[in-house]
């Protein structure tokens, strides 16, 4: 058998044991590359073995990777939407967003479990991240809908499906990753094609190709809700009518304090990335001061909270018509500037005292230094899998299996299901997609599809028993009076409606091609 076959399969395989037995993956990727890497090299110089391209000059490109990594634009947008969306949900946003929708449409058979849909969806657009919805819906919604009479499997069912919406509604870091990485991957199969000034794919577009499916999910989900309530009444009672709501104006007040603003904060995140005001990065680095002065709102105190919810108004406001800004005279603009920056430092103040400050950086720190800690580990094992000649072996795979490009297509999201039920999106996004998608690229798959479609595959299969992360998550935060099985339960209706949704976007990819046509031509 060829050596370098046999190295190249050894690497796959003690990868994959390594990280089913639980070992970090950062650690696990870097590893694994560069014991094979010197195997290889050992191999080939001691003995005169051909192995595939491998030579030390591959390990050396790996400080060019680092460098582009660290002054990749895009990549920076990560850490600033995970502090946009820690900032959030730390802030107790989620809570009064929860309460307002309960309150809203409680009053009808399955309102609770449409108040989770929306607010789950809500909060996805804010913070893009999987366990962080999952965990704090658990533990806001999962008491009081077991308490309202709600049958178990159908509370868990909705808490953990809302949570996955995450993956694929913009804005969102899984979005963010995979545009960079499709990017790239893009170019590549271009250059194989011999075209070598390549067009490139952007986070904008998968912004844009992503809106549609994910607005279209959330739809299904809370149609999904209606039909339990018509069908089954007894599963989603409805729940009491409060006293509030019988006061209009108090009632509406609230609404709107709740709801608007910070769905203001994501349209001007979202608007100002499909509009070509700002780029994904600058659109995070808004969202992340949105996200503080909106905690700001919550936390200053009461002689405070005009000037913050200002600075908040003013900062979206500008974000709407940010070109229009250069046409202020300075005798507006300044006087604009100094209150938008008094209410930050507010807002900044307000949190320090409260020690959410401390608890929002500390828990972006951890998550983009995972984040980039794999991206650079994946980089390495990148570059030794490509000098043992892999993506040769599975480009050759893919274009020979029967079926074309449909049976290709149907093996990588296999593949990607598969693999879901072990590893995160992160690992996902960094290993396989870079592996898979130039060959698929260059047998005709369009990037913006393709990048759709993957990111709804990894959100079904991380709600789907037994392994889906979701579920864990969900179980960790679950009353003892919620059973695994009702946990498996619960997420079954919502697994056929994405699989539905998969099979509807593979069919018809204008679902997700459409709008970005539309908005970037």
């Known amino acids: 058998m060829d050596p370098t076959l046999l190295l190249f399969l050894g690497m796959l395989v003690s990868l994959g044991f390594l990280l089913v037995r639980g070992y970090p993956v950062a650690f696990t990727l870097a590893g694994v590359a560069l014991i094979f890497a010197f195997l290889g090299l050992a191999l080939s110089e001691g003995f005169g073995i051909t192995i595939g391209t491998l030579d030390f000059g591959i390990i050396s490109l790996f ?26 949900e730390k802030s107790r946003v989620a809570e009064d967003l929860l309460e307002t929708m309960a309150a809203l449409f409680g009053r009808v058979r399955g309102g609770l479990g449409i108040s989770v849909i929306i607010v789950g969806a809500l909060m996805a657009a804010s913070t893009g991240i999987v366990g962080a919805t999952v965990v704090t819906m658990g533990l806001l919604s999962l008491p009081t809908m ?30 963010v990753m995979l545009g960079d990485v499709l990017s790239s991957a893009y170019q590549s199969a271009q250059r194989d094609m011999g075209i070598f000034s390549p067009d490139t794919i952007t986070v904008g577009d998968l912004f844009a190709g992503a809106f549609l499916p994910g607005m279209g999910l959330v739809f299904l989900f809370i149609l999904y809700q209606i039909g339990m309530a018509i069908f089954r009444p007894e599963t989603c009672p409805a729940m009491p009518r409060t006293g509030e709501q019988k006061i209009a104006g108090k009632f509406l007040a ?39 002065l909106l905690a700001g709102l919550k936390l200053a105190p ?26 202020f005279s300075a005798m507006v603009t300044w006087p604009f500037l100094i209150i938008f920056g008094w209410g930050f430092l507010v807002s900044l103040g307000a949190a320090w005292k409260t020690g959410v400050l401390a608890e929002v950086m500390t828990s972006t720190l951890k998550i983009s230094t995972m984040v980039f800690t794999i991206l650079l580990a994946a980089a390495l094992f990148s570059l030794v899998f490509r000098g043992f000649g892999g993506d040769s072996y599975i480009e050759g795979v893919l274009t020979n299996l029967p079926g074309g490009v449909v049976g290709a297509m149907i093996l990588v999201m296999v593949v990607m299901f598969i693999l879901g039920f072990f590893l995160d999106f992160i690992e996902i996004i960094f290993v396989v ?14 990037p913006l599809w393709l990048g759709i479609m993957i990111a709804i595959n990894l959100q079904t299969s991380f709600l789907t028993p037994p392994f889906g992360f979701a579920l864990f998550y969900l179980r960790g935060v679950a009353p003892k009076a919620v059973l695994t099985t009702d946990i498996y339960k619960g997420v079954i209706p919502f697994i056929l409606i994405q699989i539905m949704a998969l099979i509807l976007l593979a069919i018809f990819p204008e679902i997700a091609t459409w709008l970005p046509g539309v908005v970037f031509g």
């Open 63 to 88: 400080t060019e990777r680092i460098y582009g990594i660290m002054t990749n634009e895009i990549l920076l947008a990560i850490p600033l939407f995970i502090a946009m969306g820690v900032m959030l």
């Open 146 to 175: 077991l308490k309202r009479g709600y049958l178990p499997s159908l509370a868990a069912g909705s808490i953990a499906a809302s949570g996955t919406l995450g993956q694929i509604i913009p804005p969102s870091i899984v979005l």
């Open 254 to 292: 609230r609404v709107i304090t709740a709801l608007i603003i910070p769905v203001a904060l994501i349209v001007a995140v979202l608007g100002s990335i499909l509009t070509g005001v700002a780029t994904p990065t600058e659109a995070a680095s808004l969202g992340a001061v949105g996200a503080f």
């Open 302 to 327: 009461s002689r405070w909270k005009v000037i913050t919810a200002g600075a908040l108004a003013l900062m979206v406001i500008l974000a709407g018509g940010a070109g229009l800004i250069d046409g």
């Open 433 to 446: 997609v870079p592996i898979v998608a130039p060959p698929l690229m260059v047998m005709g798959v369009d």
